[in-house]
């Protein structure tokens, strides 16, 4: 019988294939059990002078070896794998009307108290497969009462009935009579079994499936109730807390072990739950004494009612939902201060727009002023220069503020580098004269294309140019204006780069340089940078800044090419 125990019976079932082999499994046990206690049970009671027909001993018990030996030889053939066990187990419902059958012939007949045993392989069938297992042992069954009848009618009998003064009916009408009765017993019961086993079986399935979805239910339930990250405390009729998520827990640094079970105005003693509103805020005191802005809401939690009576019904249950808000009130503040900076900025740029139209008139009065004290030394000629030199000054940083807080649009084309370049130089006398001198080179392939809004990139160079100028001694040696193909971030760029050999930049500034109206000239107005940086982002670009202290300075800039610059 290989490994085989009949305890495998009560092994868990996986599917059903598992579950008809285990109720085979049970069957042939009952069926070894069943008999012996039936057959010793009776023999008991005959010894004890209970007038019961019997067949002799050595028949009995061969009757009980073989029905052992074919069970137990079932049960070794059933947990083949291969085999057909539906088939299998229609042919053991047969072989118990079979010995159900023997059983009946051999004490009796038409006169044997073990005739009801015949149904008792018509429920088995009916319970484990349905329709189908109970109708083919009712059949059986039925078939096999019909012939004990039929040998009891012609008289076929065993010797020891004839010998115990048996005596078998002659009247065909009680041996269909009972034929009819039990038949129709049989086949009312496995009606009656297949029915009530196939609803069971539905009902099994449809609460498998029910605790399966409810399974899923409460483990997506547990994990949203867990991952959130907003707080989740609810209490009972008393304020006592019932659940406590592990987000409250990190907003409160009360874990959830230390706050289930204790007053909900332990940990929250300013919360107030008295009436519904919309979401509150409160200074909340965390479990190390830091204060925290929280943010929070409430509702009545709804429970099922609970079937058993109880004196007083939990209609005060509530939920809570809680955040820490000081981060986003952070944001929000700087939201709001960043829109009012805005503001100023947009009034500050209509302000100085306003401005250029007399600073142009006042211009133009000392130009004219300068002309007619032409030829003349005084105080109205040196007053004109004056009002010349600071007017124009004044309207370079009038149009730098404007370009910083208007930025024009972009106005994307190909352009020649080095001709951009040389307008940029010829933009300033100081530049025109280094660059005349040698002491402003460039470093320009020829036929270099770059691609972008032309007349910004010039501002950029002429703001780095100017910077550079103006840092950079001419004894300290030339400004280099260099540009090359190169590859940045897996993308085709011109790379772009203005050397000087001035002071360079002190490390702690470099983050502050391209800030707005930072400088460290006396003169200057701490915008070049900021602009030559918005207008590298706006064409989706990068600077970097290559210096050392006492080592000069590299303003390097990547500028992408169409290809890429989408």
């Not at 040998?151 to 065909?172: K, S, T």
Request: glycine share 8%; aromatic share 8%; net charge negative.
């Amino acid at each position: 019988m290989g490994d085989f125990r009949f305890s495998q019976a009560s092994d868990p079932a996986h599917n059903s294939t598992d579950q008809l082999r285990r109720h085979i499994l049970w069957t042939l046990l009952i069926r070894v059990i069943f008999f012996t206690l039936l057959i010793g049970v009776t023999i008991v009671l005959a010894s004890l002078g209970t007038e019961v027909l019997l067949p002799p001993l050595n028949v009995t018990i061969a009757f009980l070896a073989v029905l052992f030996i074919l069970s137990v030889g079932s049960a070794a053939i059933v947990q083949k794998r291969e085999l057909h066990l539906k088939r299998f187990g229609l042919i053991q419902f047969l072989s118990d009307s079979l010995f159900a059958a023997l059983l009946v012939y051999g004490t009796g007949c038409s006169q044997s108290i073990f005739t009801p045993v015949f149904i008792l392989p018509v429920i088995a069938g009916g319970l484990i497969m349905y329709r189908i297992g109970g109708f083919m042992s009712a059949a059986a069954s039925t078939l096999l009462y019909g012939c004990v009848l039929f040998l009891e009618y012609i008289g076929f009998l065993p010797g020891y009935m004839i010998e115990a003064g048996y005596v078998p009916f002659d009247d065909i009408l009680r041996a269909t009579n009972l034929f009819a009765i039990y038949g129709t017993t049989f086949f009312l019961t496995a009606l009656i079994s297949g029915t009530l086993a196939a609803r069971l079986h539905s009902t099994e399935l449809a609460l498998n499936r029910t605790s399966f979805e409810y399974d899923r239910l409460t483990l997506l339930y547990k994990q949203i109730f867990e991952d959130i990250a907003t707080g989740i405390v609810t209490i009972d009729d008393t304020g006592t807390i019932t659940s406590y998520n592990a987000s409250a827990g990190r907003i409160t640094g009360f874990p959830p072990d230390e706050a289930i079970g204790r007053p909900l105005h332990d940990i929250f003693p300013n919360l107030q739950l008295e009436k519904v509103s919309a979401r509150q805020v409160i200074d909340l005191e965390k479990k190390d004494g830091t204060m925290i802005r929280a943010g929070y809401s409430f509702a009545r939690l709804n429970l099922p009612p609970d079937p058993e009576p109880k004196e007083t019904a939990d209609d005060n249950c509530k939920v809570i939902t809680l955040a820490d808000i000081s981060t986003i009130e952070k944001m929000e503040k700087r939201v709001r201060e960043a829109e009012k900076m805005a503001a100023i900025g947009e009034l500050s740029a209509s302000i100085a727009h306003d401005f250029r139209n007399p600073l142009a008139a006042i211009s133009g009065s000392a130009q004219l002023l300068a002309l007619e004290d032409l030829g003349k030394v005084g105080t109205g000629k040196s007053l004109s220069t004056i009002i010349l030199r600071e007017s124009n000054r004044m309207a370079k940083t009038i149009t730098d503020f404007l370009q910083f807080a208007r930025p024009a649009p972009l106005q994307e084309e190909w352009f020649d580098l080095q001709r951009v370049v040389g307008e940029a130089i010829a933009s300033g006398e100081d530049l025109q004269q280094r660059h005349l001198k040698g002491l402003l080179q460039t470093d320009i392939p020829k036929n270099l294309d770059g691609f972008g809004d032309r007349q910004q990139l010039q501002t950029i160079l002429t703001h780095l140019l100017e910077n550079s100028a103006t840092l950079s001694p001419e004894e300290n040696g030339p400004i280099i204006v260099s540009a090359a193909e190169d590859r940045w971030y897996e993308k085709n760029v011109i790379r772009l780069e203005v050397t000087d050999q001035g002071p360079g930049v002190d490390p702690a500034l470099k983050e502050k340089i391209f800030q707005p109206f930072f400088s460290t000239r006396e003169n200057g107005t701490g915008l070049g940078l900021a602009i030559v940086q918005q207008i590298v982002e706006h064409h989706r670009g990068e600077v970097e800044v290559i210096s050392q202290p006492g080592e000069g300075c590299t303003m390097r800039i990547y500028i992408p090419l169409p290809s890429t610059a989408a």
